[in-house]
């Protein structure tokens, strides 16, 4: 079984910035594909940025393209989400997850294909 915690959510200010972090554990670590996605309450959950187990590619929800930078540190089982410029329609919890499918990078921003969740962080951006 693996678990996913994420940490790095917080209240901040239009124009700011965070980075969430998600650190995995459970098993002997295989470098799986890893996402964020994001939901606000009472809307769907949608897709934020997916990474290769590699590290060597990734993909990006174009809502966040030039501001959100997904990254990994596959020594520290870790999944980073740097958020730039936010705005106040970024308020979401956002959540990691993980995927043991192997799908082509485009059908990574697709709930579905994903195994286990963590329990998400909270992003709050208002002046």
């Known amino acids: 079984q693996v678990q996913l915690v994420e940490s790095g959510g917080d209240l901040v200010q239009p124009g700011g910035s965070l980075r969430l972090s998600c650190a995995a554990s459970?098993?002997?670590?295989?470098?799986?594909?890893m996402s964020w996605f994001r939901q606000v309450p009472g809307k769907e959950r949608s897709f934020v940025a997916a990474?290769?187990?590699?590290?060597?590619?990734?993909v990006t929800a174009d809502s966040v393209k030039g501001r959100f930078t997904v990254s990994r540190d596959n020594a520290k089982n870790t999944l980073y989400l740097q958020m730039n410029s936010l705005k106040p329609e970024d308020t979401a919890i956002y959540y990691c997850a993980i995927t043991n499918s192997r799908v082509i990078l485009s059908r990574l921003r697709d709930g579905a294909n994903y195994d286990y969740w963590g329990q998400g962080t909270q992003v709050t951006v208002s002046s």
């Open positions: 459970g098993r002997s670590f295989y470098n799986p594909d």
């Open positions: 990474v290769r187990g590699s590290g060597g590619s990734s």
